[in-house]
């Protein structure tokens, strides 16, 4: 079992930036490929990242593409999203998300596929 926190979330103005992290307990954080997804109220769930194993393959959004970065350091059992020029539709809750993969390049898009969920943090961007 692998249990996901999630921090960093808060109020920001357009234009600026915060970093979400997300911490797993367990010893086995390097045999997950990562995401981070979001939803905004009244909308499903959405993709924003993902991150190999070895953090060597990412993938993003087209929405966030420039703008986010993905990252993880699995000596500390993290991964983190750093948001930069964030936009009010930014605006969401944010979830980490874990996926058990064989391969070390292997990343997943599709919520569906994550095997462990943290419990979201709001990110909220402000006009």
């Known amino acids: 079992q692998v249990q996901l926190v999630e921090s960093g979330g808060g109020l920001v103005q357009a234009g600026g930036s915060l970093r979400l992290s997300c911490a797993a307990s367990g010893r086995t954080f390097s045999s997950y490929s990562m995401g981070w997804f979001r939803q905004a109220p009244g909308k499903e769930r959405e993709f924003v990242a993902a991150?190999?194993?070895?953090?060597?393959?990412?993938d993003y959004a087209d929405s966030v593409k420039g703008r986010f970065t993905i990252s993880r350091d699995n000596a500390k059992n993290t991964v983190y999203l750093q948001m930069n020029s964030l936009k009010p539709e930014d605006t969401a809750v944010y979830y980490c998300?874990?996926?058990?993969?064989?391969?070390?390049?292997?990343?997943?898009?599709?919520?569906?596929?994550?095997?462990?969920w943290g419990q979201g943090t709001q990110v909220t961007v402000s006009s």
């Open positions: 991150i190999s194993r070895s953090g060597g393959n990412t």
């Open positions: 998300a874990g996926s058990q993969a064989r391969f070390l390049m292997a990343i997943e898009t599709i919520g569906s596929r994550y095997d462990y």
